[in-house]
């Protein structure tokens, strides 16, 4: 008998930088092995052969790929950020405000992109109140976009903190709160006093529960904001309002099928709420109902306010699209127009006619 050595197998990868060769280890002799280019690097296939331990040595490289000059496929994200990510690379793309998907990781091969699926959608609206917290109401808190927040009032003779609900995606995140019946005394409205203030009642309404707030309006051609609190009986106010010549009369009409008092204590409080969040840091306004009267089944309405601040210029034109948005989250409130005026122009108009006045009268 003749006695031959045993086959070798092949117990190292070939040697080809930037693939998967390292998959090709304990391959037998006689075997092949497939190499294939990773992710993001540029080359053929290339098939080795093992033959007693040894590989041969077919021609082939992997080479990085070129970068990928358009985005990922996702909508309504931030994928245009990832134009120009080197090949082999990755970029994680996560979907805009209101949108809801991902985040996912895309990698870019060779000036195309290997992505998972999916897309970024449209967040959905609470079409619905939150969930009922003891002793509040939470009736106003309808149809409000994801990302949004509504505040939740304790119930007359009741009192705690605004309880703040967050709309997400069609589900209401409502932060722990309670409403507790008030042992303190209520503050009267006939016992705010705003002398020296140089401001006006705003949205405090005839009582305010002990340790609620309400929040009283600079007076015309003043700026600022304040707030006036009900500690047992006794007011408390902060802020204060200064004389302004950057100053715009805000003047909203519309109608509703709440009541005025619900107008007062809920959506006004909300309205001033959501103004204080959105707009730009040192501009404000603040709303107040200036008139309700009931016309059959309906409440005709006038709220007025003053936008101040160093950028209520830039927000003038826009202002009024703002509080019809903010407003008509409410389905019950239609409004009708709002008007926004200069309140420097208003006194030289005035000026002027005075001025009239006393040429025509000598």
């Known amino acids: 008998p003749v006695c031959t050595a045993a086959a070798v197998a092949c117990t190292t990868a070939p040697a080809v930088p930037n693939s998967n060769a390292a998959n090709c280890a304990s391959t037998p ?18 098939t080795f052969t093992c ?20 985005q990922p496929p996702y909508t309504n994200s931030n994928a245009a950020s990832c134009i120009g990510t080197a090949s082999a690379q990755t970029c994680t793309v996560s979907c805009n405000d209101g949108f809801v998907g991902g985040p996912w990781v895309a990698t870019c091969d060779d000036n195309s992109w290997s992505a998972p699926a999916g897309d970024c959608v449209a967040a959905a609206a609470c079409t619905t109140a939150p969930p009922t917290v003891a002793n509040s109401n939470s009736s ?12 939740i009032g304790c119930n007359t003779g009741f009192e705690g903190a605004n309880i703040l609900a967050t709309c997400s995606n069609g589900v209401w995140n409502v932060a722990a709160g309670s409403c507790v019946a008030s042992t303190n005394s209520p503050c009267a409205l ?25 929040t009283p309006r600079c007076a015309d051609n003043y700026s600022g904001s304040l707030s006036a609190t009900c500690d047992d009986g006794d007011w408390v106010v902060t802020g204060s309002c200064e004389a302004s010549g950057n100053n715009y009369e805000v003047i909203v009409t519309g109608s509703t099928t709440r009541s005025c008092e619900y107008l007062r204590t809920n959506t006004i409080p909300q309205l001033n709420s959501d103004l204080a969040r959105d707009l730009p840091a040192g501009t404000s306004l603040v709303m107040t ?15 007025k306010g003053n936008l101040v601040g160093p950028n209520a210029a830039d927000e003038e034109g826009r202002i009024g699209d703002r509080i019809t948005d903010l407003l008509s989250q409410d389905s019950a409130i239609d409004v009708d127009g709002v008007d926004v005026n200069s309140a420097f122009l208003m ?14 009268i000598a």
Request: glycine share 12%; aromatic share 2%; hydrophobic share 35%.
């Open 140 to 151: 106003r808190c309808v149809n409000v976009a994801s990302g949004d927040t509504c505040l």
């Open 347 to 360: 006194q030289i108009s005035l000026l002027v006619v005075l001025i009239s006045s006393l040429v025509l």
């Open 51 to 70: 033959t007693n331990g040894v590989w041969d040595s077919p021609a082939g490289t992997c080479t990085l790929g070129a970068s990928c000059g358009a």
């Open 289 to 303: 109902l200036t008139e309700c009267s009931t016309d059959g089944d309906r409440q005709n309405f006038v709220m």
């Open 190 to 214: 006939d016992d705010l006093d705003l002398d020296g203030e140089n401001a006006v009642s705003g949205n405090c309404g005839a009582s305010t529960a002990s340790g609620n707030s309400c």
């Open 29 to 46: 002799s006689a075997g092949t092995c497939v190499v294939v280019c990773n992710l993001g690097y540029a080359g053929d296939d290339i």
